[in-house]
């Protein structure tokens, strides 16, 4: 029984194109760019406040990004930034809210973490723990009143996010609701410093989809192109009306829980197996195997991302910083009361 639950639910299961894979392989490139560069600047104190980074992660966040379309709704988390930029949050825009910019989605005023433009379907983060499921579902709630009957929602949780009862609260509601919502569970294998053996009992995280009624989905999150086939398939059944679909990829936080974390306390094995793989290395022996790519090309996008990474913090480290007695932004207002409010 349990294994027969394990399998993702494969009807009709596009063939990954090359096209397909060569798009989220870049923006799982660019995101770790960023990422890589978010760590320098935060080493150099040039950040206030955390860094959090999915360095492990970007295969399943960027095969999730690219599945949404314009009019969808994402609520990503803080190890989401492959997810971001596929769902087209620009980089300039990633730098300004590490920046404290004035012009930052955030106008400065929350932590770099909690960015979003709600009203362009792209939600902020309020808690890394399970709140934000509710936010995406009472969106979808919100889109069913108006009539909308084409968007899907998507949102991601962590393997310890799935304990609180705003998870539980959430999820089962949007099965009672059947909304075309997809919950990605991304089991890294930590809730901070606390290991899955002592956060939950069952023996795999999926086994929870049954007892809510919803659809489970397993994939291993090192390996892009089973991201892309059994996101590409959650997405499209939340699409045609089967209700919420739950999703658990396995990986492993190849980083610390935030920049200031040593991981010390993670047991060094995992890293041996074939949790601990670098899903960016994996996806470059993919697409040199399959002659999708070869080192020339690969070079090629690397200087790329580095170069578009370069000039957006250039760009980004210019601009003014913001005035927290004056800014007055919150994410879910619906009325802005100040007039010192910037409108991009
Ligand atoms: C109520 C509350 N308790 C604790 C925290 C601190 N905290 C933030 S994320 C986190 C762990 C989350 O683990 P998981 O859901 O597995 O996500 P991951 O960080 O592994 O992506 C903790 C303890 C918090 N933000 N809110
Ligand atoms: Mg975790």
Known sequence: MLDTLKQPKRGVVSPVSREQYVDAFNWMLLARTVEEKLASLWRAGKISGGVYLGKG????????????KSGDIFGPLIRDQAGRLAFGESLIDVFRVHFGSR????????GNVHRGNPRGGYHAMISHLGSLISVV?????????????????????????????????A???AAVEKLPLVVVVVNNQYAYSTPNSRQFACSDLVERATGYGVEGHSL?????????EVLGQATQRARSGHGPQMVV????????????DDASYMDKTLSQ??????CLKIAENYL?????????LLEDWRKNAKEQVENAVADAQHEPLADPAMETWCPYATKRIASAVLVR
């Open 57 to 68: 992660q970007e295969a399943i966040s960027a095969a999730l990004g690219i599945m949404l």
């Open 103 to 110: 012009t930052s989605l955030s106008r400065g005023r929350d």
């Open 137 to 169: 579902a009472g969106a979808l709630v919100a889109r069913r009143f108006q009539g909308d009957t084409t968007a899907i929602g998507a949102t991601t949780i962590g393997d310890g996010g799935t304990s609180t009862g705003a998870f539980h609260e």
């Open 171 to 173: 999820i089962n509601m």
């Open 220 to 228: 291993d999150g090192t390996d892009l192109q089973e991201c892309l």
């Open 249 to 260: 990829g396995d990986c492993l936080r190849l980083t610390g829980h935030g920049e200031h």
């Open 273 to 278: 197996t074939r949790l601990g793989r670098d």
């Open 288 to 296: 040199q195997e399959r002659h999708w790519a070869d080192h020339v």
